[in-house]
């Protein structure tokens, strides 16, 4: 089983809005990591969590806040945002950093 | 600093025909190398990976990676191309914990 689930699937949020991203893996991989692809684009990089603490941040704004509240789940909180922040958000984990396994995205909208 | 090129950013094939996507990565040594396939709106799909030992590799939905390092490529082939196929082709390469990705190349198939 290579599954990683990501909800919601689509959100519209207003730029004064507060939501959260979820993933979640049952693979036992100990590394997590948050993607943002705009149309076109390969995906790039936010943050990366090892063994539940946030080892890489690619100088993400802080309106962006990731968490990991344990081994097989991940957040992505998400305050005062823009439109230019409109993007598919993806999740992926790996057991040891080599090969990533990706979920299928939150494709977001902020109006 | 590493990189990784894909110098097709569209191709078109005929279904039936075979296939073969450009890959050519710069790194400071060999690094684990990877193929991604994304459809519409999906995450990405990891077809096969290459860390060491066989330079020919297999992977899913009948796709298949040959390793050259002398001419630092990992390019992807199929030999009979289904309309399925069509999607975004990501060519990947990972010193450890972080991927660097390809800019992508779309597969188109025409009848």
């Known amino acids: 089983d290579t599954e990683v689930t990501q909800t919601p699937k689509h959100l519209v949020m207003g730029m004064t809005n507060k939501k959260s991203l979820k993933c979640e893996q049952h693979?036992?991989?100990?590394?997590m990591y948050w993607y943002k692809q705009k149309a076109k684009k390969p995906p790039e990089l936010m943050f990366v969590?090892?063994?539940?603490?946030?080892?890489i941040n690619e100088s993400v704004p802080s309106r962006f806040s990731p968490e990991c509240p344990n081994s097989s789940l991940l957040n992505l909180h998400l305050h005062a945002l823009q439109p230019e922040d409109s993007a598919l958000y993806l999740c992926a984990s790996s057991r040891e950093g080599r090969d990533q396994y990706f979920g299928a995205g939150t494709r977001l909208s902020v109006l | 600093a590493q990189s990784v090129t894909q110098p097709d950013i569209h191709i078109t094939v005929s279904e039936g025909a075979s296939l073969e996507l450009r890959c050519n990565y710069s790194?400071?040594?060999?690094?684990?190398l990877f193929w991604y396939v994304q459809s519409p709106g999906q995450g990405l799909q990891l077809l096969l990976k290459y860390f060491s030992g066989d330079t020919l590799v297999q992977g899913i939905k009948g796709f298949e990676a040959e390793f050259k390092r002398s001419q630092s490529s990992f390019n992807l082939r199929k030999p009979s191309v289904h309309w399925s196929d069509a999607a975004e082709y990501f060519c990947?390469?990972?010193?450890?914990?972080?991927?660097?990705f390809g800019k992508g190349t779309m597969l188109l198939v025409s009848p």
């Open positions: 790194y400071g040594a060999t690094p684990y």
């Open positions: 969590y090892s063994y539940e603490k946030l080892s």
């Open positions: 693979m036992g991989h100990r590394a």
């Open positions: 990947a390469a990972s010193g450890y914990s972080t991927l660097t």
